[in-house]
């Protein structure tokens, strides 16, 4: 079931953005409800916004959203038309998250935590994570792709079973405001045990030497060394696994994949609320109840990475660096 708000063109300098929020915020109570934004319908009344609440079934009609309370007035329309509820509490949580995001825009930091608290507190019947955790990594080298630090590129790997443990480099990079083209860099030879691999490379300019990686606890990330040959330098070398494409219809391409997943409609507004307070928090000093809230965010939406950004960012306020690094390394895993 979808609600459709228009915010494009007139409809959005009329009020479409707070009437697709205030939908948004007062359908959470209803899982099977999806509000959507439509950039133009094609018509552009005058003083409102088109608003359809059932796509198919019932015409788009315009739709007052000059104030808060038209706006909140209008959904509660559309959601009773589409056949669906506002839970108690959500109304009055909305005002006080949409009460917030102005005091925070005034630098009122601690009126904004304690209407995002407000709101919060309010919307606490729909404060369940939204997202589905991803999948365990196996710890398996073997056709695994994975986005490495040294060359700008990626370490495709063919496995224990072939004396061409993998591939990576060719690159390009920024030195001394020139750019520059990385060496093609080849890893043989290899002796792999479990999440342990060592081996040879060489590369396409002359170089080559050992190379050592091991394979974190959950099979998300790499680290090791790259050693020249000579006895020379021996750089640190990391790596993210990335995703494997996504099946294709017949005659298609197959699409990327993407680990990253925006928060539905129903808990984007309660995300913001959690990101906002964590932001208030650290203005305000607090950064033990800045990580609170950036782990509630990133417990409520685990595939949204701005959720980790946020928890990186706190933690390092707190003095922890160590797990900054890791929320870091979440939200980079992510976006991959």
């Known amino acids: 079931m979808d609600i459709t708000v228009c915010t494009g063109g ?46 198919g079934k019932i015409d788009a009609y315009e739709a007052s959203c000059a104030t808060l309370d038209d706006a909140l ?20 949580a909305f005002v006080a998250y949409t009460e917030a995001r102005q005091a925070e825009d005034a630098n009122d930091f601690e009126t904004a935590c304690e209407r995002y608290g407000a709101a919060l507190k309010g919307a606490a019947s ?12 196996t710890l398996e080298w073997a056709g695994t792709v994975w986005a490495e630090s040294l060359f700008a590129s990626n370490l495709a790997v063919a496995g224990a079973d072939f004396d061409q443990f993998g591939e990576c480099g060719g690159g390009q990079a920024l030195e001394e405001g ?21 081996g040879r490379w060489e590369d396409d300019a002359g170089g080559g030497g050992a190379f050592e990686l091991t394979m974190s606890d959950d099979g998300r990330a790499f680290a090791g060394t790259l050693s020249d040959a000579d006895g020379g ?55 033990a109840a800045a990580v609170d809230d950036a782990t509630r965010a990133t417990e409520l939406c685990c595939r949204e990475p701005s959720g980790f950004d946020a928890l990186a960012e706190a933690l390092d306020a707190a003095g922890d660096g160590g797990a900054a690094d890791e929320a870091r390394r979440e939200a980079e895993y992510l976006r991959l």
């Open 10 to 55: 007139t409809c959005g300098e009329n009020g479409g953005e707070t009437l697709l929020s205030a939908c948004s915020a007062l359908a959470s109570g209803n899982p099977a409800v999806t509000v959507r934004s439509a950039m133009c319908t094609g018509e552009c009344p005058s003083d409102y916004a088109m608003l359809c609440p059932k796509v």
């Open 73 to 92: 007035a209008s959904a509660e329309k559309a959601i009773s038309s589409a056949a669906s509820f506002v839970l108690p509490g959500l109304k009055a």
């Open 126 to 137: 729909v404060l369940d994570p939204c997202h589905e955790p991803l999948a365990a990594e």
């Open 178 to 198: 020139k750019v520059v083209e990385l060496p093609r860099v080849t890893l043989l030879k290899p002796t792999v045990d479990g999440a342990h691999a060592s």
């Open 233 to 287: 330098a021996s750089r640190a070398w990391s790596g993210l696994r990335k995703p494997k494409p996504k099946p294709a219809a017949r005659g298609r391409r197959r699409l990327p994949a993407t680990r990253a997943v925006a928060p539905p409609s129903r808990a984007r507004w309660l995300h913001e609320s959690l990101l906002g307070r964590a932001r208030c928090h650290l203005a305000l000093g607090d950064a």
